[in-house]
């Protein structure tokens, strides 16, 4: 079977499809379009011969299990792996009427799309690395939505590939295909139990060969500033304004300590949102970090600003609560070594030298981690996420599926235990959610 003309086509016909996810909606899925191509991909699978399809009618995931060829006692022994990806796009960019365009045997240089004169994507060097591949690219009015169309077109691919080669050894195989990811649902309504995988991989990642076992630790912080209102006219002696200590204690964030001054492996404390008049302010900080260590003394800093605020500006209360948002999913993989071990070695195989990249964000595989399902991300070759310069390449896709179709077989191999890799740790942004 050759993979490369399957998953190019079925990433373009996917991404023709608006999936586009909403900010702010309470239910899940956020909006109704998503559906359309979760039942595309129910009768896909149907067609290829999957029959244990199921579609959540309410919440729009998808989940198939790929049979074991193992015999079954050995298919019983052998661990149930899971490959998941989002079925929606970005809100930050519109979504509807995508026209992919396939640039054919990529000759180097820049890339101008054809929709908007305005809209080059530069060559860098990974761009440079895919000269002789296809690039998939939308024509720049709209995202591409390869974020994750990429995922899902890779998946599928795979699941097409293992139907027709019955005659491999493999163990069960679930799939899932999920709403919401780029509005922070994606894992709301995750049937984990129901999933019945004993780990699982999104497909979800940047540049070839990048693997995630690590997010942030991520915390919230409510700071209150409360003051005493009163008639402005009449208020000598009596009004404490809280919107004067609010501000000062903005004034009091360590210039070395914010997003827009860190990278790589450093930790952020992050003004977010403020509200308030006279007698009382609310504002929301952000705090992130890869080490608990670091998450605690982010959180000692604000208490130390906020002591310092009450001493300045007497009458007035500053309380301060932190709350959880999402953990390092490195605490539940560094207990799994092999599951990132084995995701390396699948990629050697297919030719793809493997990197760790920790993300500066959450990802669905993250919470999942943390639901009992531990899941590292895989590239999914996508660049440029979220915008109209998003591309990737069919080398990058084939190098996806072959990641995908090692990694059955490595598992089924139950003598293969490759030592972790010791591939270098990178950053970037993705499509990391905050
Ligand atoms: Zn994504």
Redesign the pocket.
């Known amino acids: 079977m050759e993979i490369k003309p399957k998953v190019v086509e079925r990433l373009v016909r996917y991404a023709a499809i608006d999936t586009q996810s909403k900010e702010g909606e309470l239910r899940v899925p956020s909006t109704e379009k998503q559906f359309a191509l979760a039942r595309l991909l129910v009768e896909e699978l149907r067609a290829l011969g999957i029959i244990d399809v199921r579609l959540d009618q309410e919440h729009c995931y998808v989940y198939a299990t790929v049979p074991a060829t193992l015999p079954p006692a050995e298919a019983a022994a052998a661990p149930a792996i899971g490959f998941i990806a ?1 079925l929606d796009t970005s809100p930050s960019v519109s979504g509807t009427g995508v026209r992919p365009v396939v640039h054919e045997n990529y000759a180097g240089g820049d890339i101008a799309l054809p929709g908007d004169p305005a809209q080059v994507i530069r060559e860098n060097p990974f761009l440079r690395s895919q000269v002789g591949a296809d690039i998939v690219t939308s024509d720049g009015t709209t995202l591409l939505g390869a ?2 169309k990429a995922g899902i077109a890779a998946i599928m691919t795979a699941v097409e590939y293992w139907m027709a080669h019955p005659g491999e050894r493999r163990g069960t195989i679930r799939v899932a295909f999920t709403p919401d ?1 780029e509005v922070g649902k994606g894992t709301a309504f995750f049937d984990v139990r129901g999933f019945g995988a004993d780990f699982a991989y999104t497909v ?1 990642g940047g540049e070839t060969g990048e693997i995630s076992d690590e997010t942030f630790h991520a915390q919230t912080a409510v700071v209150t500033f409360a003051g005493r209102n009163t008639h402005p006219g009449y208020a000598k002696g009596i009004l404490v304004n809280s919107l004067y200590a609010a501000g000062h204690f903005l004034s009091l964030f360590p210039e070395g300590m914010k997003p827009e001054t860190t990278e790589g492996r450093e930790g952020y404390l992050h003004p977010h949102d403020l509200g308030g008049n006279e007698e009382l302010v609310r504002l929301e900080v952000l705090l992130r970090d890869f080490e608990v260590e670091g998450m605690a003394a982010k959180g000692e800093i604000l208490k130390e600003m906020a002591a310092r605020v009450e001493g300045r500006f007497p009458g007035v209360t500053v309380g301060l609560e932190i709350t959880d948002s999402y953990r390092n999913m490195k605490e539940v993989l560094g207990r799994h070594p092999r599951v990132v071990a084995m995701a390396e070695e699948a990629m050697r195989q297919a030719g793809v030298t493997p990197f760790r990249h920790a993300v500066r964000g959450g990802t669905d595989g993250a919470r999942l981690s943390f639901m009992g399902l531990p899941t590292p991300n895989l590239f999914a070759g996508v660049q440029n ?1 979220h915008s109209k310069l998003e591309w990737v390449s069919s080398r990058a896709l084939v190098h996806a599926v072959e990641t995908i179709v090692n990694l059955a077989r490595l598992w089924s191999e139950n003598g293969n235990d490759p030592q972790p890799g010791q591939g270098r740790t990178r950053t970037s942004r993705g ?1 990391a959610s905050r």
């Open positions: 989002h974020d994750d990811e979800d996420p499509s």
